[in-house]
């Protein structure tokens, strides 16, 4: 479930499910030593994500944030969480590079009692994390159906450039989208090619290339990343065809709503917020300082935290710009 | 003997390669403990007869039979299975491979489980390196440190692996001194008692008469003589062989410009100050003249092919300098060398000269490249093929077609590639190590008269060679290398072969070699 | 002597240039698998595949890769490989947007000034460190992506306002992509380079003999150097033809060109053990992948599928011009 | 003879013993690298690295791209290259996940079949196709990968309570992690057939000179075709182990798993030419790799400074172990 209450960490929907998280001692200097681990920061939002966390660790102050990034892999980022592991944190704070396969390093920390934070996938098991906080891949998809629905009025010819294909992310912002252009207008909307440019320019770029070959009349492009996006706008742009389409993307990058408000063939994109790291280090400290957010009935961190997806458009994006990475 | 069916009979055999017709329907008989030399000129088609019985290669039509029955064609198992052993003449080792390895390959003793019984292995290998004189190489030194020389020994301790019927060797005494040769010609003839048949086949006719039994003549792909007894007078095997005679095996003996024998006289063309490198070469001084050819003799593993890399610059000296027209060479470093003049054949034409894939031309044209460049560096393709087509046929290379591949020629006729490349780029001073190897006495007369031809034109020329005859019928003066170091200088016209080997071997090993010998 | 009176004009005959036949087999086996695909396109996606525009297209998408493959030709005629391609096109872009904002000049100097320069390092660890080739572009393959990270902070850089650099994006000689004209000269001289003058010459003898090529007084050091060299510079025109094509200096592209470059060489007839070497072999290479690719895009199938039916194209290509090993 | 008397310590003397001083060398070598990683490590990071448990998570790391590696040890040996493990390991890992249902044995068949049978494709388009190895398993590399994701139907499958699958993530064996004890029996084994069996030898010899194999009675073809099934076979048992780790069969593993594991092979002295072939060698890089991931880890460094130090790391390593081509 999605909900679109706009604003940043504290909004919440919090589930039942919530276990008693066995502060372990604390860090040196009675800081909290929370161990972080993502995916390689070779992309421009896996980048915000480290950075993010490493600037949340810095304010608070009392944090020892020893982190550890730099793999693209699942089997190598579960060797890493086992290195870490083995320094014993306070708390664990990962974005897994595939929820399933890092199940089984999440239950190794909470069973060695270190409260775990799940950023963005989820992980297979119940109880295997304390916390998740996500964005809403879903709900991108699915905001992009309803804009392209409106600004369409239900009807053209709509391509779609996928991420990296077999991942959850991509599969979910892909369902969304076509769950939501389903519900709004049945098949009015033809999504004409769909294709996967693996989160990179450059591949956004070729693949574009060749669909406006094969596309004589292409209405509209929903990218599932903004990175990505530059090589497909530079595609169409080169082929001097921006009059012709308009081109969406994902994420939240400056880049990109710089590109918005200077309007033009790039029409909106919609938040996947990488400042979810930074929540997610703020709530691993409040759990293990056993506190909740004072605004909240409970006494304690929720077990799930979902960003929304917001739209961002030439219209919002002055007030968002701040938050684009 | 005759009446026996023969151990091995080739009927009708043909060979097709594109463009090349290297049998044209061979017959030839191997009887039981007879040794048959098999004579011909380079690229008569020796080796692939050998081969087409080893299996190495398929015939394209033809018999093979063993014992009277027929030979599975093209399985080199097949033919090892029916006791058809065989030394090549390029050598067939696995380089990475160790000795017993190598020896032992596809056919290795095994422990139960199926595991290598090294211990064997080793016990046997040794056997077999001690009957051929050689205990001294390593059982496990990997074969490509070993020395061309070596290697050869172990390709024959491999035929001799296998309970033989009949022994195929392909030029086996190319890379070998009269030493060894008589080593192998030992276990030839004890294997020949054992009633095993063997193929013998080399160029150099003095062989036939110290080991055959019977000769047989191959050329242009067919057996122009078969079944010839072994005293056949050489003259008369060189005519079937190269379809004429060769009169003079050895041109005029040159002599340096400077006059007299005496190189030192004359400004020389090369000059050795105390060039060392141990444990090789001690430090060796001495001078060539223009116009002179400078022989060097030894045994296999005195020390001559390094003596020439040093000089060359393809190893570093220890100690020394080396001149050239009053120049003193960087040390190590060939180029200099070349542009200064020098130029070398190396030993090993596979390893060292060749570029096997390549065209004859364009392995004919590598060292001298800039020449067909002239403007803007651009290469002139046909001044290439032209130049370098010149250069073969005047050491009647066959083929001559400048756009061959050189891996499809026959060993000699790779061999005078090589020399080709050297005679194309002018250079004052030419080092040949064994440049005759592998040549048929036809092709070796017209070495021998370039390099004559050379020397008259002023060049220096330095042979290495482990053939005495040819030291002697070609250099004005002979130095013999043992160990590293010269032991003797000799007039060439003064040499003997007796003589040039009582300085080759250590004083103390002068009795049984000449034993041996005589 | 008969034998050769006898042999020379029959051999001559029936085999003129044995070699150039055998390496030209390669490349007219080549042009009937081009061919082929053509054909295929032509059946499978009648109006979109055989038309004038997409075949430029085709052509312009080859360049990138096509240019760095050229570079690749010389490296592995001397039986070496370079792994770095991918990541030094990505740093080399990369470097020149750093100097952007000092205008179109600049930028073309700085992308190939770091293609050679990290070429050079390649080349100096391998002609004079001896390191393998293989283990020093692998290690370079991960420093110059580090080196693009770091340099550009992980944020692509937008060279939209340098016209020169995107002309070769979006410009055109005569009709043909500027980018694809840039290719084609590029192959025009590596192909004078390798076959008409001595370097060519000792480079392909350094790769077949190196100890033949010494003795012959080829410098064999300075030629081994000098083909890293080259692969760079080609790096950084390709890093140029790439920039100008995204209208961005990007840190994150270049996945995977090694394979891409290394495979259209190889399948072009240039043995990886060395000492053969054909770049209208790799011509015509790059041009089968680039077609592959094309033709896969414009049919819209499905990753998986793609990638399967790509698998078997190029089995079916090089069973057509069955190689011996 | 007293003739051989006298040459006798002439030719011995006269061996240059360049080789063995070479291929031993490297292994020594190797193991000063992997000493100097230790105590740099030791240094570094005191109180993390050099423990017991650290050292056996070490081990665990290594343990799948080793298995592999040692596959690739036999492919190598022959002159010729395996691109598809790391596609192959995925599909592999997907093939078991579909039988996941049927239990923990039907995994591994599942696992272990995919391996051999892809592996077998490749044998035979190399050993009978006569392609090159560069390009047959270039194909399998993308085929195999769609393989996987087809199969899978792009989604992860848990096989969180296949206990014996499992346990080879996190079992042990007397305080030995059971995907280490694998790797070590798998390399065990290997170390016999390729040194102590007849077939040992006629890999190697078939890598060093084909033709002088073949005359001497090795079937090349049968040794070329095997060692292709072999690395399929090591492939399975890597998945295997990969998927017990994860707990889940994905389809996206295995991404760069061929650079790897080449690289271990390389850095362990098996010569890309063939011929030369040192199990020890590969087990040893396997371990400097896995170190110096390992050490990256604990030192918390930003990606970009990871992957150049990386870099650097390796070429250190190399040129520790200077080799001559
Ligand atoms: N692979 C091949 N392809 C084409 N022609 C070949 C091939 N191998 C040999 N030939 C040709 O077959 C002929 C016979 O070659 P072969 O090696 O049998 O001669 P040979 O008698 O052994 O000469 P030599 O005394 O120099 O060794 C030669 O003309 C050679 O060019
Ligand atoms: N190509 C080479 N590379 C390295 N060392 C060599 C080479 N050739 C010869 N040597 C070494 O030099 C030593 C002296 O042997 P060398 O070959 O120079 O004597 P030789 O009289 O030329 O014998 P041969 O006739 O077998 O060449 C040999 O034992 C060998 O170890
Ligand atoms: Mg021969
Ligand atoms: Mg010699």
């Known amino acids: 479930g999605d909900d679109e209450e706009s604003g940043g960490d504290g909004a919440a929907a919090a589930a039942a499910e919530t276990q008693a998280s066995p502060a372990s001692g604390t860090g040196e200097g009675g800081k909290v030593k929370i161990a972080f681990s993502a995916p390689g920061a070779d992309h421009g939002w896996m980048a915000a994500i480290t950075e993010n966390a490493r600037e949340q660790a810095e304010k608070s102050g009392d944090v020892e944030l020893i982190a550890a990034e730099g793999v693209t892999d699942s089997a190598a980022q579960a060797d890493q969480i086992e290195t870490l592991i083995a320094q014993k944190p306070d708390a664990l704070v990962m974005l897994p590079n595939e929820g399933d396969a890092l199940t089984p390093v999440a239950q190794k920390a909470t069973a060695a009692g270190i409260p775990v934070v799940v950023i963005d996938?989820?992980?297979?098991?119940?109880?295997?994390?304390?916390?998740?906080?996500?964005?809403?891949?879903?709900?991108?998809?699915?905001?992009?159906?309803?804009?392209?629905?409106?600004?369409?009025?239900?009807?053209?010819?709509?391509?779609?450039?996928?991420?990296?294909?077999?991942?959850?992310?991509?599969?979910?912002?892909?369902?969304?989208?076509?769950?939501?252009?389903?519900?709004?207008?049945?098949?009015?909307?033809?999504?004409?090619?769909?294709?996967?440019?693996?989160?990179?320019?450059?591949?956004?770029?070729?693949?574009?290339?060749?669909?406006?070959?094969?596309?004589?009349?292409?209405?509209?492009?929903?990218?599932?990343?903004?990175?990505?996006?530059?090589?497909?706008?530079?595609?169409?742009?080169?082929?001097?065809?921006?009059?012709?389409?308009?081109?969406?993307?994902?994420?939240?990058?400056?880049?990109?709503?710089?590109?918005?408000?200077?309007?033009?063939?790039?029409?909106?994109?919609?938040?996947?917020?990488?400042?979810?790291?930074?929540?997610?280090?703020?709530?691993?400290?409040?759990?293990?300082?056993?506190?909740?957010?004072?605004?909240?009935?409970?006494?304690?961190?929720?077990?799930?935290?979902?960003?929304?997806?917001?739209?961002?458009?030439?219209?919002?994006?002055?007030?968002?710009?701040?938050?684009?990475? | 003997?005759?009446?026996?069916?023969?151990?091995?009979?080739?009927?009708?055999?043909?060979?097709?390669?594109?463009?090349?017709?290297?049998?044209?329907?061979?017959?030839?008989?191997?009887?039981?403990?007879?040794?048959?030399?098999?004579?011909?000129?380079?690229?008569?088609?020796?080796?692939?007869?050998?081969?087409?019985?080893?299996?190495?290669?398929?015939?394209?039509?033809?018999?093979?039979?063993?014992?009277?029955?027929?030979?599975?064609?093209?399985?080199?198992?097949?033919?090892?299975?029916?006791?058809?052993?065989?030394?090549?003449?390029?050598?067939?080792?696995?380089?990475?491979?160790?000795?017993?390895?190598?020896?032992?390959?596809?056919?290795?003793?095994?422990?139960?489980?199926?595991?290598?019984?090294?211990?064997?292995?080793?016990?046997?290998?040794?056997?077999?390196?001690?009957?051929?004189?050689?205990?001294?190489?390593?059982v496990d030194a990997r074969v490509g440190q070993l020395r061309p020389a070596a290697q050869q020994v172990v390709s024959i301790a491999r035929a001799l692996s296998h309970d033989v019927r009949l022994l195929i060797m392909d030029e086996p005494s190319a890379i070998l001194d009269d030493n060894e040769v008589e080593t192998l010609f030992g276990v030839v003839r004890r294997l020949k008692a054992d009633g095993v048949g063997v193929v013998y086949i080399s160029h150099r006719l003095d062989e036939v008469a110290r080991i055959g039994d019977r000769v047989s003549v191959l050329s242009d792909g067919r057996t122009v003589a078969t079944g010839l007894p072994a005293d056949?007078?050489?003259?008369?095997?060189?005519?079937?062989?190269?379809?004429?005679?060769?009169?003079?095996?050895?041109?005029?003996?040159?002599?340096?410009?400077?006059?007299?024998?005496?190189?030192?006289?004359?400004?020389?063309?090369?000059?050795?100050?105390?060039?060392?490198?141990?444990?090789?070469?001690?430090?060796?001084?001495?001078?060539?003249?223009?116009?002179?050819?400078?022989?060097?003799?030894?045994?296999?593993?005195?020390?001559?092919?390094?003596?020439?890399?040093?000089?060359?610059?393809?190893?570093?000296?220890?100690?020394?300098?080396?001149?050239?027209?009053?120049?003193?060479?960087?040390?190590?470093?060939?180029?200099?060398?070349?542009?200064?003049?020098?130029?070398?054949?190396?030993?090993?034409?596979?390893?060292?000269?060749?570029?096997?894939?390549?065209?004859?031309?364009?392995?004919?044209?590598?060292?001298?490249?800039?020449?067909?460049?002239?403007?803007?560096?651009?290469?002139?393709?046909?001044?290439?093929?032209?130049?370098?087509?010149?250069?073969?046929?005047?050491?009647?290379?066959?083929?001559?077609?400048?756009?061959?591949?050189?891996?499809?020629?026959?060993?000699?006729?790779?061999?005078?590639?090589?020399?080709?490349?050297?005679?194309?780029?002018?250079?004052?001073?030419?080092?040949?190590?064994?440049?005759?190897?592998?040549?048929?006495?036809?092709?070796?007369?017209?070495?021998?008269?370039?390099?004559?031809?050379?020397?008259?034109?002023?060049?220096?020329?330095?042979?290495?060679?482990?053939?005495?005859?040819?030291?002697?019928?070609?250099?004005?003066?002979?130095?013999?290398?043992?160990?590293?170091?010269?032991?003797?200088?000799v007039a060439g016209d003064e040499a003997t072969e007796l003589e040039l080997l009582r300085h080759a071997v250590a004083p103390t090993d002068t009795a049984p070699v000449l034993e041996e010998t005589a | 002597m008969s034998t050769v009176q006898g042999a020379a004009p029959r051999r001559g005959r029936s085999l003129p240039f044995k070699l150039p036949a055998r390496s030209g087999l390669q490349e007219y086996t080549l042009v009937g698998v081009v061919l082929l695909l053509l054909i295929v396109g032509a059946i499978l996606e009648p109006d979109a595949f055989l038309t004038s525009d997409n075949m430029l297209n085709v052509l312009r998408q080859a360049s990138v890769v096509g240019v760095i493959a050229i570079g690749m030709t010389f490296v592995i005629a001397t039986s070496g490989i370079d792994l770095s391609v991918g990541s030094m096109a990505a740093a080399a872009s990369v470097a020149g947007g750093q100097l952007a904002d000092s205008g179109s000049l600049m930028f073309v100097l700085g992308a190939l000034g770091m293609g050679v320069l990290l070429g050079g390092i390649n080349a100096g660890a391998i002609a004079y460190g001896k390191v393998v080739p293989f283990i020093a572009t692998l290690a370079m393959f991960t420093m110059a992506r580090g080196l693009g990270l770091w340099m550009s902070d992980k944020q692509p850089v937008s060279i939209f306002d340098l016209e020169f650099v995107r002309w070769f994006g979006n410009g055109e000689v005569l009709g043909i992509p500027s980018a694809a004209v840039v290719f084609l000269a590029v192959t025009a001289l590596a192909w004078v380079l390798l076959n008409r003058t001595p370097y060519g010459r000792y480079v392909v003898a350094v790769g077949g003999n190196r100890e033949a090529a010494r003795i012959a007084g080829v410098n064999v050091r300075r030629i081994v150097f000098s083909v890293y060299v080259i692969s760079g510079l080609c790096v950084g025109i390709a890093a140029i033809l790439l920039s100008g094509r995204l209208a961005?200096?990007?840190?994150?592209?270049?996945?995977?060109?090694?394979?891409?470059?290394?495979?259209?060489?190889?399948?072009?007839?240039?043995?990886?053990?060395?000492?053969?070497?054909?770049?209208?072999?790799?011509?015509?290479?790059?041009?089968?992948?680039?077609?592959?690719?094309?033709?896969?895009?414009?049919?819209?199938?499905?990753?998986?599928?793609?990638?399967?039916?790509?698998?078997?194209?190029?089995?079916?290509a090089v069973l057509i011009q069955r190689r011996e090993r």
């Open chain 1, 121 to 325: 996938r989820a992980l297979s098991a119940p109880g295997a994390s304390r916390s998740f906080i996500t964005g809403d891949n879903y709900g991108i998809g699915w905001q992009a159906g309803n804009y392209f629905a409106d600004q369409l009025k239900c009807k053209g010819n709509v391509v779609e450039i996928q991420g990296i294909a077999g991942i959850a992310v991509t599969e979910d912002r892909s369902k969304g989208f076509r769950d939501a252009l389903k519900r709004r207008c049945q098949n009015g909307i033809k999504i004409v090619a769909s294709q996967p440019a693996d989160f990179v320019p450059d591949k956004g770029l070729s693949v574009m290339e060749n669909i406006l070959q094969a596309q004589k009349q292409i209405d509209a492009v929903y990218t599932h990343d903004d990175d990505m996006a530059e090589g497909v706008v530079s595609a169409i742009e080169n082929a001097g065809r921006e009059d012709e389409m308009f081109l969406t993307g994902a994420g939240g990058s400056k880049a990109a709503m710089d590109r918005i408000e200077a309007g033009g063939l790039y029409r909106a994109t919609f938040l996947y917020n990488p400042s979810m790291s930074a929540s997610a280090i703020t709530m691993a400290k409040m759990i293990v300082q056993k506190q909740g957010f004072e605004e909240l009935a409970e006494p304690e961190v929720p077990s799930q935290v979902t960003v929304p997806a917001t739209t961002v458009t030439k219209e919002n994006v002055g007030d968002l710009k701040d938050l684009g990475f």
């Open chain 2, 1 to 138: 003997m005759s009446t026996a069916t023969p151990i091995l009979s080739v009927r009708g055999l043909v060979k097709h390669y594109p463009g090349a017709k290297a049998l044209d329907g061979v017959d030839f008989d191997v009887q039981a403990g007879e040794v048959h030399c098999l004579l011909g000129p380079n690229g008569a088609g020796k080796s692939t007869l050998i081969k087409c019985v080893s299996g190495a290669v398929e015939p394209t039509s033809g018999q093979v039979l063993v014992d009277g029955e027929p030979l599975p064609t093209g399985t080199p198992s097949a033919s090892l299975a029916h006791g058809v052993a065989t030394i090549y003449q390029e050598l067939d080792l696995v380089e990475d491979l160790r000795v017993y390895d190598s020896i032992f390959l596809g056919h290795e003793p095994r422990k139960l489980g199926g595991l290598l019984d090294r211990a064997q292995m080793k016990r046997r290998t040794r056997e077999l390196l001690e009957r051929l004189d050689h205990a001294n190489i390593p």
């Open chain 2, 232 to 489: 056949t007078p050489p003259d008369v095997l060189v005519e079937k062989m190269v379809g004429r005679k060769v009169e003079q095996l050895f041109p005029d003996r040159a002599t340096a410009s400077g006059g007299g024998a005496d190189g030192a006289a004359a400004a020389p063309a090369l000059e050795l100050r105390g060039l060392a490198r141990a444990p090789e070469v001690k430090p060796t001084s001495f001078a060539v003249a223009p116009g002179e050819v400078l022989g060097i003799g030894g045994l296999v593993g005195a020390g001559r092919t390094e003596l020439l890399r040093l000089i060359y610059g393809l190893d570093k000296p220890d100690a020394g300098e080396v001149h050239v027209h009053g120049q003193r060479l960087k040390p190590a470093n060939p180029r200099a060398a070349i542009r200064t003049g020098l130029g070398m054949a190396p030993e090993d034409r596979k390893s060292q000269g060749l570029l096997l894939d390549w065209s004859l031309a364009r392995n004919v044209t590598l060292a001298d490249l800039p020449r067909f460049a002239p403007r803007g560096g651009v290469l002139s393709i046909n001044g290439e093929r032209q130049a370098a087509a010149e250069q073969l046929r005047a050491l009647k290379t066959v083929p001559d077609d400048a756009d061959r591949i050189v891996r499809e020629l026959s060993g000699g006729n790779q061999q005078k590639v090589v020399l080709a490349r050297w005679l194309l780029r002018e250079c004052k001073v030419l080092l040949l190590d064994e440049p005759t190897r592998g040549v048929d006495v036809g092709a070796k007369a017209e070495i021998y008269g370039v390099i004559a031809n050379l020397a008259k034109a002023g060049l220096a020329v330095v042979v290495v060679s482990s053939e005495m005859p040819e030291l002697i019928g070609l250099c004005t003066r002979i130095l013999v290398m043992r160990e590293g170091e010269i032991v003797a200088e």
């Open chain 3, 248 to 316: 961005s200096a990007s840190p994150i592209v270049g996945n995977l060109y090694e394979l891409d470059a290394i495979a259209a060489v190889v399948i072009g007839g240039t043995a990886l053990a060395g000492g053969r070497a054909s770049i209208v072999g790799t011509f015509l290479g790059v041009i089968t992948f680039a077609l592959i690719f094309n033709l896969l895009t414009l049919m819209d199938l499905a990753t998986e599928i793609q990638q399967v039916t790509k698998g078997l194209i190029i089995l079916a």
